[in-house]
């Protein structure tokens, strides 16, 4: 079955900066790659998703790029502010008439510092 | 948020009763899914719906069971719940037949074995 690995655990920035976030997965047949962003206590929360289609996705502040050869993607956060703290969630399936079952990276804990 | 909604929102109980665990949407959307979170893994898919009285497996299904008797609700039970089965508990929801594939979270639950 599929397996996301999700690099950095942690990962702090200054106020400004960029932050990168990469995922690897392992199964070629994986079509879909969201974005999660879980506040504390919260639930988690889709902020940008890509189709296996499209090589690089920005919504504002946020892209996404995937490179479906070395079978990994990444998110890339421009402008950081304080507000982006949170955890941060990678994902990929395989899109079927049985539905879109996930499977997770472990998570990076982003920690913006002003 | 989409109209989901997940009870009890906290449930402490004691190892070896069984427990069921609800989700229900608003949203008339097809999928149901659930996972649990817990700290180093993310999010783990337990079991899932693709219409009504059709379920399968997900990657962690052993100890649980899943019914939907009806579009908007999903039940989880744990038939004798057991220590390891502590954690958090999201429903979520997604209806590519809406052109997107983003699956929305409920609020999750919190549930306790001792």
């Known amino acids: 079955g599929e397996n996301v690995e999700q690099h950095p655990s942690t990962l702090s920035v200054q106020e400004g900066d960029s932050a990168v976030i990469k995922c690897t997965y392992s199964?070629?047949?994986?079509?879909?790659f969201p974005w999660y962003k879980q506040e504390l206590g919260k639930r988690p929360q889709l902020i940008i998703d890509i189709r296996s289609n499209v090589g690089e996705k920005k919504d504002q502040r946020i892209a996404v790029t995937l490179n479906k050869t070395a079978k990994h993607f990444s998110l890339h956060i421009t402008e950081t502010q304080p507000e982006d703290s949170a955890v941060y969630f990678c994902?990929?399936?395989?899109?079927?008439?049985?539905?879109?079952?996930?499977?997770f990276g472990a998570g990076t804990i982003l920690r913006v510092k002003s | 948020d989409a109209g989901i909604t997940q009870s009890p929102r906290h449930k402490v109980t004691e190892t070896g009763t069984p427990v069921t665990l609800r989700c229900h949407q608003t949203?008339?959307?097809?999928?149901m899914y659930w996972y649990r979170q817990d700290p180093g893994h993310g999010l783990r898919l337990i079991h899932y719906?693709?219409?009504?009285?059709?379920?399968d497996k997900g990657e962690v299904s052993d100890g649980y069971s899943v019914s939907r008797s009806k579009t908007e609700d999903f039940l989880l039970t744990l038939e004798s719940a057991t220590s390891s089965q502590t954690s958090v508990y999201f429903c979520?929801?997604?209806?590519?037949?809406?052109?997107?594939?983003?699956?929305?979270f409920g609020p999750g639950t919190r549930l306790t074995v001792t």
């Open positions: 199964d070629s047949a994986s079509n879909y």
């Open positions: 994902a990929a399936s395989r899109i079927g008439e049985y539905g879109n079952k996930l499977v």
């Open positions: 949203e008339n959307h097809r999928y």
């Open positions: 979520a929801i997604s209806d590519p037949g809406l052109s997107s594939y983003e699956q929305y």
């Open positions: 719906s693709y219409g009504v009285k059709d379920t």
